[in-house]
Each structure stands twice: as structure tokens, then as C-alpha cells.
């Protein structure tokens, strides 16, 4: 079964519903430049046929219910009282674009969220860049906020580097 169609299969076993949104970004490789792109190297990178895919309904409430098909994990987070989490460490991506698009005035309800995707997580393949930057299209679509391409990127990238704490350069999530 297609990535795509199995996403959103297993959001109406998780959920009972159909999402209002799909979205995915693809993981990338470096052909030239790895680790340069911070400090103002060159480099080309290249988009893969590997992705993450969400896919969400808004809820009535200020809640986030996070849901991983890969690893097997799910959380329950209030965007009132949304933080870092030591412990699910994948949950800080999505909250943290949520909260990234917050400071920016785009109020979000809360929202059912499923994560599913064949990036092999610490491959080098940027799948935490991926992950952040289809969370932000996915509150941005269910938030119907227009956002430009480079503003989803650098709200992506703030997420990783103001809310998870990764230093990286702006390249993964312009590939994604």
C-alpha cells in the first residue's frame, strides 16, 4: 500500500475520522557540503524518495493529540502548557512548530495528529528537518494561514534551533 494512502488508513483506526490534511516532506542527502552549510560553505543537496507524512483534523479543544505509527508512541499535550519534553523527544518537533507559529499571531485549536514515514531516523537523512517542516504546513493548512515557502522554512528551522536545540543551518529544511 502506498505511504500516503496508509497514512491516512491508519488516522481512521486511530481517530474514527478522515483527516482534513495530508501533508509530507521528503528526506535529502548531500552530494557536496555536508556539515558546511552553517558555516558558509557550499553545498548541494538533494531531495529523496523517502518521507514523513501527517496527517490531522482540528479538535475543539487547545490539545494536541500526537500520534507515531513508527515508533509506536502517542502523547497528549496542552498548547497552554506546551514545553520541551525530555522524555518522547519526536513530540517536541511538532510542538515546537506549533509554538513557533503562535509567536508569530497564528492561533492554534488543537489538532489529531498522526507521524508516518520511512526516513530511518539518525541516518543523516534529515528527517527531523522533514518532520518539522510538514508539522508547520500541517498547522499552517489546518490554521488556513498562507504561508510562503521561505517562511515555512525558517519557522521550521526555528523550531530545531528554539525549541529542540539543535544548531543547524537553514539547507535540510530548504530541501524538505
Known amino acids: 500500500m502506498e505511504l500516503a494512502q496508509d497514512t491516512i488508513e491508519r488516522f481512521r483506526s486511530a481517530f474514527g475520522m478522515t483527516p482534513e490534511v495530508l501533508v509530507s516532506a521528503p528526506a535529502r542527502v ?6 558546511t552549510d552553517y558555516n558558509d560553505g557550499y553545498v ?3 531531495a529523496i524518495d523517502r518521507r514523513i507524512f501527517m496527517a490531522a483534523t482540528w479538535r ?9 505509527t513508527d515508533l509506536r508512541s502517542e ?6 502548557s506546551a514545553a520541551f519534553d525530555d522524555h518522547d523527544l519526536w513530540t517536541n518537533y511538532p510542538v515546537g512548530a506549533g509554538m513557533m507559529l503562535e509567536t508569530l499571531g497564528v492561533r492554534l485549536g488543537g489538532a489529531n495528529l498522526l507521524i508516518r514515514g520511512n526516513i530511518p531516523i539518525g541516518a543523516g537523512l534529515s528527517s527531523s528537518a522533514a518532520c518539522c517542516v510538514a508539522s508547520v504546513l500541517t498547522f499552517a493548512r489546518l490554521a488556513k494561514k498562507k504561508l510562503e515557502p521561505l517562511e515555512i522554512i525558517k519557522i521550521a528551522q526555528r523550531t530545531e534551533t528554539e525549541f529542540v536545540g539543535v544548531q543547524c543551518g537553514i539547507m535540510d529544511q530548504f530541501v524538505a
Do not use: F, Q, T
Request: proline share 4%; net charge positive; glycine share 4%.
Open 60 to 68: 475543539a479543544d487547545r490539545v494536541l493529540h500526537l500520534r507515531s
Open 75 to 80: 502523547k497528549k499535550i496542552s498548547l497552554d
Open 44 to 46: 548541494l543537496p538533494v
Open 30 to 35: 548531500n552530494l557536496i557540503g555536508e556539515h
